[in-house]
DNA sequence: CTGCAAGTTCGAACTTCGTCGAACCACGGA
DNA sequence: TCCGTGGTTCGACGAAGTTCGAACTTGCAG
């Protein structure tokens, strides 16, 4: 059973959440995430993207301090830090679920 | 005399925005705009990069919508396109204000 | 045990980014 | 008219990021 690395929010800095919320991709991760309001598998996030690119995705997101993955099974159940984030980075998921924005797939 | 092109707001993504704000120097320079609240040239912004980085950084700036750029006389002055920007991206700003970071190089 | 489904890892190809020096341009002052 | 200052542009470079297929791992179902 793999275990994921997650950040604590204090090193987290606002370059590196810019960084990983400049792709449209990760973005409409984030979105579904809070729109839905759950843990989701990774598969479940509807993007036009192989495997590999999807569980890198996902990575950068992590490593962001954005995301929260646990094994489950066969499954990696990914969920927002909301609570964390919005002490940190106040307004910043605002941002993201207001955007009116397009994902492509790069 | 030299003319610059700003994008209209509504052109202006969100991956775009965070794109530019993904570096140190960016957001570096959006804070002095923000904190000292007028017009600067380029050159007072202080930065440990060279020239041509630093016109590239402003380049990066403009074209994400972020500020906005006149030339007068020899000098160009800049300024934050704050009432643009916090109509579109409400919260923003603030979040680059009140971010604790450091300013490296690269 | 076998097979499948969900994810990860690796390596390769490719693109984009950050940085700089050097050359250039344009304005204003001596 | 010549010079200095403020900025831009160009070409180059290495570093970093994106994407994929293929091979691998791990857990679950039958």
Redesign the pocket.
């Known amino acids: 059973?793999?275990t994921?690395h997650h950040p604590p929010m204090e090193d987290v800095t606002l370059p590196a959440v810019m960084?990983a919320l400049?792709?449209p991709?990760?973005v409409a991760i984030v979105r579904e995430l809070l729109t839905r309001d759950v843990s989701l598998?990774?598969?479940?996030v509807p993007l036009?993207?192989?495997?590999?690119?999807?569980?890198?995705?996902?990575?950068?997101l992590r490593q962001a301090g954005i995301i929260h993955?646990q094994?489950e099974?066969?499954?990696?159940?990914t969920s927002l830090r909301k609570k964390e984030l919005d002490q940190r980075f106040p307004g910043l998921l605002k941002l993201v679920e207001t955007e009116p924005h397009q994902c492509s797939?790069?």
């Open positions: 059973m793999k994921y960084q400049a792709d991709c990760r598998a990774c598969h479940e036009e993207i192989s495997k590999a690119t999807r569980s890198h995705h996902f990575d950068v993955t094994s099974g066969t499954k990696c159940m797939k790069s």
